[in-house]
Nanobody
């Protein structure tokens, strides 16, 4: 298994930016596709973004396209989610996820490993 720890959440005003980080340990990081999910109070967990092993392929939820960017640095065993132009509706707990297949993350919404979550709050 791979262990995942998120960081970088916090409180930001609408229109602002945050960068989330997820550090992986355990299994070789480069063997996993990585993704981000979020869950707001009263809502189901939803897919946000995913990135392939090499970083050459990315996927985004329609609601975040053009605003969020997922990236990875395999040398640092870290995946990032750069969030720009944040909106109050982006407020949620954000979870990092890992799976051998990116299709599982994007199409099925499942992952082998999950982080503990980091809170993002966007005020108006």
């Amino acid at each position: 298994q791979v262990q995942l720890v998120e960081s970088g959440g916090g409180l930001v005003q609408a229109g602002g930016s945050l960068r989330l980080s997820c550090v992986a340990s355990g299994r070789p990081f480069s063997s996993y596709a990585m993704g981000w999910f979020r869950q707001a109070p009263g809502k189901e967990r939803e897919f946000v973004a995913a990135i392939s092993w090499s970083g050459g392929t990315t996927y985004y939820a329609e609601s975040v396209k053009g605003r969020f960017t997922i990236s990875r640095d395999n040398a640092k065993n870290t995946v990032y989610l750069q969030m720009n132009s944040l909106r109050p509706e982006d407020t949620a707990v954000y979870y990092c996820a890992a799976d051998p297949r990116i299709a599982a993350i994007v199409n099925v919404g499942r992952a082998t490993s999950w982080g503990q979550g980091t809170q993002v709050t966007v005020s108006s």
